[in-house]
């Protein structure tokens, strides 16, 4: 069973999590293009390596950030959205 660390609930199964895909800047919904919209909303990098993702535990309807591997599907390290934010001088 593969198990990754929740913020909020600590380790669970993995079955309980929803990748929310990419960390990514949004554009200003009100400003931007329909094409920088929609490159938003449904076009991802996926890299090969490290990505830090938007992940959701589901029965808690909790949020959070992960950093993954995705070569090895490895969760290097999770966080909250606060410490996420703080890390890169937004918080």
């Known amino acids: ?7 909020l609930n600590g ?10 895909g990419e960390v990514r800047k949004m554009p200003d919904p009100d400003r931007c293009t329909d094409a920088e919209w929609a490159d938003h909303v449904f076009m991802q990098d996926n ?3 490290e990505v830090t993702e938007w992940w ?3 029965p808690s309807a909790y949020w959070f950030i992960a950093r993954r591997d995705t070569r090895t599907d490895q969760i290097l ?3 909250t959205v606060r410490e996420f934010m703080a890390r890169r001088g937004q918080g």
Do not use: D
């Open 56 to 58: 959701l535990h589901a």
């Open 47 to 49: 890299p090969a390596g």
């Open 77 to 79: 390290e999770t966080m």
């Open 11 to 20: 380790p669970r199964n993995i079955a309980e999590f929803v990748c929310g």
């Open 1 to 7: 069973m593969k198990i990754m660390n929740c913020p």
